[in-house]
Each structure stands twice: as structure tokens, then as C-alpha cells.
């Protein structure tokens, strides 16, 4: 359950933010009027007044766009790979095995996939999703 937390549910709760949340109507920070109330009667003067003022919009942004960033002086640990060797017993270095070969069967059926997808997935693909939340 840990490594699932701090890998693959990190990953899919966080790798897909930058895109969309960087269009601010998708995803506002914070809201000067509450949210409209019945579809089609909001007008767009009403919207815009709304919308975060530009200075807070910015703030959020480089918030953002700082924590989906990778610093360029840190090792990138991809998951299923352990760099240390902490089990000599077979039977551990046998389910790692099993673990690599799984992802590896997950990394190719995505590369298929998105070799004749219009829109890219790699959200979740082994080769975007690090081991840990921490290095």
C-alpha cells in the first residue's frame, strides 16, 4: 500500500495537473463570487468577475508549474528501479523481477497505443512514473 501511495497514486493524482490546470477557467485557485447556480443564466461579464484576479492566477501558476517541475540535479528513480541491493534471498529478487516484467508489459501497451493515438497518454506510463514522492 505505501508503495502504491507514493508512486502510482502520486502519479495519477498529480502528473496530469499541469495541462489542464494552467487554462484557469478549468480549474480556478480561488473564486472572487461564488459559482453560478442554474446553467445558461450567467452572463460573461458575471464569469470574468469571478475568475481570480491576475496577480493571484500568477502565483498559483508558478506554484503549479514548481511542484510538476523536475530539478535537473536530482537522480530520476523510476519505478521498479532500485539502484541499491537490499535483498539477496531469491524469492524477493524474484517478485522484483515479476514487478519489472509487469511494468514493462504496461510500458509497451501504452507506447502502442499512443504510437497511433492523437492525443498522448503518459501519465501513468512506467517510463513518466517515479518510484517515490521523495528521492
Same mark, same amino acid.
Do not use: W
Given at each position: 500500500?505505501?508503495?502504491? #501511495?507514493?508512486?502510482? @497514486?502520486? &502519479?495519477?493524482?498529480?502528473?496530469? @495537473?499541469?495541462? +489542464? %490546470? #494552467?487554462?484557469?477557467?478549468?480549474?480556478?485557485?480561488?473564486?472572487?463570487?461564488?459559482?453560478?447556480? &442554474?446553467?445558461?443564466?450567467?452572463?460573461? @461579464?458575471?464569469?470574468?468577475?469571478?475568475?481570480? =484576479?491576475?496577480?493571484?492566477? &500568477?502565483?498559483?501558476?508558478?506554484?503549479?508549474?514548481?511542484?510538476?517541475? %523536475?530539478?535537473?540535479?536530482?537522480?530520476?528513480?523510476?519505478?521498479? @528501479?532500485?539502484?541499491?541491493?537490499?535483498?539477496?534471498?531469491?524469492? +524477493?529478487?524474484?517478485?522484483?523481477? #515479476?514487478?519489472?516484467?509487469?511494468? =514493462?508489459?504496461? %510500458?509497451?501497451?501504452?507506447? =502502442?497505443?499512443?504510437?497511433? &493515438?492523437?492525443?498522448?497518454?503518459?501519465?501513468?506510463? +512506467?517510463? =513518466?512514473?517515479?518510484?517515490?514522492?521523495?528521492?
Amino acid at each position: 500500500m505505501v508503495v502504491f #501511495t507514493c508512486s502510482v @497514486q502520486h &502519479a495519477a493524482v498529480n502528473n496530469g @495537473q499541469v495541462g +489542464p %490546470r #494552467t487554462f484557469v477557467p478549468n480549474a480556478p485557485s480561488s473564486m472572487r463570487h461564488p459559482p453560478p447556480m &442554474a446553467k445558461g443564466k450567467t452572463f460573461l @461579464q458575471h464569469f470574468l468577475d469571478t475568475l481570480p =484576479e491576475v496577480d493571484t492566477t &500568477a502565483n498559483i501558476l508558478v506554484a503549479l508549474i514548481l511542484l510538476s517541475s %523536475r530539478l535537473d540535479d536530482t537522480v530520476r528513480r523510476l519505478l521498479g @528501479q532500485y539502484p541499491e541491493e537490499r535483498f539477496t534471498e531469491a524469492e +524477493p529478487r524474484r517478485v522484483i523481477r #515479476t514487478f519489472r516484467g509487469e511494468l =514493462e508489459e504496461i %510500458r509497451d501497451l501504452l507506447e =502502442e497505443r499512443n504510437h497511433v &493515438a492523437t492525443l498522448r497518454y503518459n501519465y501513468l506510463n +512506467p517510463l =513518466e512514473t517515479e518510484n517515490s514522492i521523495s528521492i
